[in-house]
């Protein structure tokens, strides 16, 4: 009897220790997830800046690209307006003041 009692108070400090291995490993095996966790936050935030930066650059020279075609058209369109009434202005002059005469 006193030997399947010594059995039974093995068992269970082996189951003890078993537990205690288990429990241990869990909370290396948490850590770790945590580690690993905290450096896939930090790497995608740092990706994510660098992507979000290279957008803004990209958008700010597309806005640039933008900004001087138009400053270029718009360049263009008022010399051809200067042109048109240097060419025509005598005629506008003559057709208001044919205008103002009539009424």
């Not at 650059?57 to 718009?74: A, G």
Request: charge should be negative.
């Amino acid at each position: 009897m006193d030997k399947v009692i010594e059995k039974i108070s093995d068992i269970e400090s082996a189951a003890t220790s078993i537990m205690d291995r288990a429990n241990e490993r869990k909370t290396a095996f948490a850590k770790d997830m945590e580690r690993r966790t905290a450096a896939f936050d930090h790497d995608l935030e740092t990706k994510t800046s660098k992507k979000i930066e290279a957008l803004r650059r990209d958008m700010e020279i597309e806005m640039n690209h933008q900004l001087e075609k138009q400053r270029n058209d718009w360049l263009k369109l008022q010399t051809a307006l200067e042109a048109h009434y240097e060419e025509h202005h005598h005629q506008y002059v003559e057709n208001l003041f044919q205008t103002m005469i009539k009424e």
